[in-house]
């Protein structure tokens, strides 16, 4: 794979983060500032509380796209009709990747949404 391609690559897939971080930032800001909690304390603890969130969406959407994909009743029905075994076989795969993608791209954001939280009880919260 070429150096421009490798490129594209990594920006399709963390084109979305800091839109979904930006959306979680002030999304816990404003849960924050409703009830009560204005301190950094709060604001870091609730950034953390919002990273771990971001990953198990990830994870449980990863084990909800296995269970609904893995069901006898969704076999059955995929195999009746004319379809072409390949095709079929090209759909799953396609689904699959998007499962781990999107597992990937929560991980990312869950790792970038503590790592911010961790910094903001660093810098601003103090021992």
């Known amino acids: 794979m070429k150096r ?3 490129f ?3 920006w399709r897939f963390l084109k979305p983060v800091p839109l979904i971080d930006l ?4 999304a816990v800001g404003l849960v924050c500032w409703f009830g009560g909690w204005r301190s950094a304390f709060h604001y ?16 449980f959407s990863l084990f909800g796209g296995w269970g609904i994909t893995r069901n006898f009743v969704y076999q059955h ?16 795969l396609k689904d699959t990747d998007q499962s ?7 991980g990312v954001v869950g790792v970038v949404v503590i790592a911010c939280g961790i910094l903001v009880r660093t810098i601003f919260a103090g021992p």
């Open 44 to 59: 870091s603890n609730g950034l953390i509380i919002a990273g771990v969130g971001a990953m198990a969406i990830g994870v």
């Open 100 to 106: 781990y993608e999107f597992l990937a791209v929560m």
């Open 23 to 26: 959306g979680i930032f002030v």
């Open 4 to 6: 421009q391609e490798w």
């Open 77 to 92: 029905a995929q195999s009746a009709g004319e379809n072409d075994v390949v095709a079929q076989a090209r759909r799953e």
């Open 8 to 10: 594209h690559a990594i």
